[in-house]
């Protein structure tokens, strides 16, 4: 067992730590082999210089002994220039890394101060947004994945009989089998890449005297036959099944109102573990830290400061703060950027965004500007995140995954990268009040959960109703289970949950194709048919609309129940731009503004 002394110095200072080599001959660190790294050709000589002045690595058998866990304090750079703090540097790396081993801190030092660029490149990676469409083997739901597939967008169906929905989809559907009434089976990988939803479960209503194999009955529709409920009830598909699926997929579809990371939400401050790392690392001599201001904020409320003394000393230049790695990954997939609401003091800063839980990696990076003076809120699109390794664009890394973001860093800095400047740079101190960050939605927003419901769903407590003029599930309601008391309860959970929804409800649904010409109505009035292709033609449509996002609306065709609706195969209608009737509804209205205005007593 040996013991070598590594000098980090100008010529003329002394040895500044010795390790014993316990696991150093491993690396050919002491006298009798050098390190291969330092052999190699890419490496100035000598490769490690501060103030532009060379810096020895010394190997000396005989070197004075430091004790166990003992260090100098500061490494000489020039005689009158400031002194690197090796202290703060060893801090740095406790923080992030936990205790340093000797011979990982040396690999890291001579890869920092030698090769400006990865040592190996990343693969890319395969992303995409899945739509779920829950109820995939009835009426709409077949209709509607049939429909996503046709556009060529990623389908995922989940259902309760592998074999019928196999045979029905085909052999090679994205498929995940649970039972949205049992909580249990919902498993949360069965939702990761979910971005968006339709669901077209239903109670099962079906003829008292039975139907045939391919539910001939049941197709003309409940107008036709006497019904009773096939299966679970109303309340444990309509309202628990609806519970059940909202709270499967809510961090997977995202909210308006965001995802905070960081600062003031309600009564509680969310906090993360910041830590500084600053050019010490590099032997610079800058330094930061970030505090929490308890009355600091825009309105007296509390607020982070990242704060600190900018020098480019030592070849220095950086100042940044790091959170630790998240004890688990933030899946902001959801979401579309980052954003921060913060005082700008007239500056450029870099965001950097970490997707491996690595030391030293790519970090994914954007700068962004600000207003001295003035408390502003900056949106950083995940879209301009640019793959960053040691200030120096990575061509071929990976692209960002928002579904794994382990750590956030704000620096500040006299370099951009690829070699550009940051001509807001000035050496000295700075402030930087970051009140909060939080994930966001882009606007417009469209909706992220499509639920077919029914309409008449407010009408069996309605006043003053005629139940001879009304469908027999409203005539039926109590008979059969409380369908639609059910039905509205579901809508009311979704409305609730915060999720960006569209809830359509079609009047009487039949095997017709789809072309007629249709009405959208608002508040639970109309009656009549609509076809099941149709309805999930809508479905679809919706999805991508922002006048549809967070409307409740009923629909059928203009074509009476009394008259068939048929079309030409060799000259069907041309398909519809349902924006034309999207953009005509309004927010907030679901028919329930009657009951609320004449309650019913019970």
């Known amino acids: 067992m040996e013991w070598c002394s590594i000098t980090l110095s100008s010529p003329t200072s002394t040895p500044v730590f010795n390790f014993k080599g316990t696991n150093l001959p491993s690396r050919n660190l002491c006298k009798k082999s050098s390190h291969p790294f330092l ?32 260090f100098r304090t500061t490494i000489s750079a020039e005689a009158g220039r ?80 592998e074999e019928k929905a196999r045979k029905m989809l085909g052999s090679d559907v994205d498929l995940v089998v649970g039972d949205i009434t049992k909580d249990s089976t919902l498993i949360p990988e069965y939702f990761k890449g979910v971005k968006k939803v339709i669901n077209a479960v239903s109670v099962i209503v079906g003829p008292k005297e039975g139907d045939t194999p391919d539910r001939a009955k049941y197709s003309q529709g409940i107008k036709f036959f006497e019904p009773e409920i096939k299966g679970d009830s109303p309340e444990l598909v309509e309202e628990l099944g609806m519970k059940n699926l909202i709270k499967a997929v809510k961090e997977n579809l995202g909210l308006p109102r965001g995802k905070l990371l960081f600062g003031l939400e309600g009564n509680n401050f969310q906090q993360l573990s910041w830590g500084s790392l600053d050019d010490v690392v590099m032997g610079g001599v800058s330094e930061s830290n970030f505090q929490v201001d308890p009355s600091g904020g825009e309105n007296g409320g509390p607020t982070g400061v990242f704060k600190g003394v900018v020098s480019t000393l030592n070849n220095g230049g950086f100042t940044s703060i790091r959170t630790k790695n998240f004890s688990e990954a933030e899946d902001l997939s959801a979401y579309d950027g980052l954003e921060f609401r913060l005082k700008g003091d007239g500056r450029r800063y870099k965001l950097i965004v970490r997707t491996s839980r690595d030391w030293d990696t790519v970090g994914y990076t954007v700068g962004f500007d600000t207003v001295k003076g003035e408390w502003q809120s900056i949106k950083l699109p995940f879209s301009s995140l640019r ?12 692209p960002f995954d928002p579904r794994n973001v382990v750590s956030l860093q704000l620096m500040f800095s006299k370099f951009e990268y ?76 979704l409305r609730e949950s915060g999720i960006p929804y569209a809830i359509v409800r079609p009047c009487a649904l039949t095997e017709e194709p789809a072309g007629a ?57 041309p398909e519809k731009d349902y924006d034309i009737y999207f953009k005509n509804l309004k927010e907030g209205i679901t028919g329930k503004e009657v009951l609320q205005q004449s309650p019913v007593p019970v």
């Not at 703090?85 to 890394?97: A, M, S, V």
């Not at 001579?110 to 009835?138: F, Q």
């Open 517 to 573: 010409d249709l009405i959208f109505d608002q508040g639970d009035n109309i009656t009549g048919k609509i076809s099941r292709e149709e309805i999930a033609r809508i479905c679809v449509a919706a999805l991508e609309s922002p006048y549809a996002s967070d409307k409740t609306f009923e629909v059928k065709s203009v074509i009476p129940f009394s008259e068939p609706f048929t079309i030409d195969p060799a000259n069907p209608p």
């Open 82 to 161: 400031q002194g690197w703090d090796f202290g703060r540097f060893i801090k740095t790396l406790y923080f992030f890394n936990g205790p340093p081993s000797p011979a990982k801190f040396f690999d890291f030092l001579v890869e920092k101060l030698s090769d400006p660029s990865p040592s190996k490149s990343v693969n890319s990676m395969r992303t995409s947004d899945i739509v779920l469409v829950a109820g995939a083997t009835g009426g709409v739901g077949r209709r509607v994945v049939d429909i996503l597939q046709k556009k060529g967008i990623p389908v995922r169906v989940l259902v309760r009989n």
């Open 418 to 493: 690829d070699g550009k400047l940051n001509e807001t740079f000035v050496e000295g101190p700075f402030e930087l009040p970051v009140s909060s960050i939080q994930a966001y939605i882009k606007e417009p927003i469209t909706p992220r959960f499509v639920h077919v419901g029914s309409a008449g769903v407010t009408r069996p407590e309605r006043p003053g109703l005629d139940l001879s003029k009304q469908p027999p599930a409203v005539r039926l309601n109590k008979e059969l289970g409380y369908i639609l008391t059910f039905k509205l309860k579901g809508e009311d959970l």
């Open 387 to 398: 793959p960053i390794f040691r200030a120096r664009t990575v061509s071929d890394a990976p």
């Open 39 to 70: 052999a190699s050709s890419a490496l100035p000589k000598p490769f490690l210089q501060i103030n532009g002045r060379p810096v020895t690595l010394s190997n000396e058998r005989n070197s004075t002994r430091l004790s166990s866990g003992t």
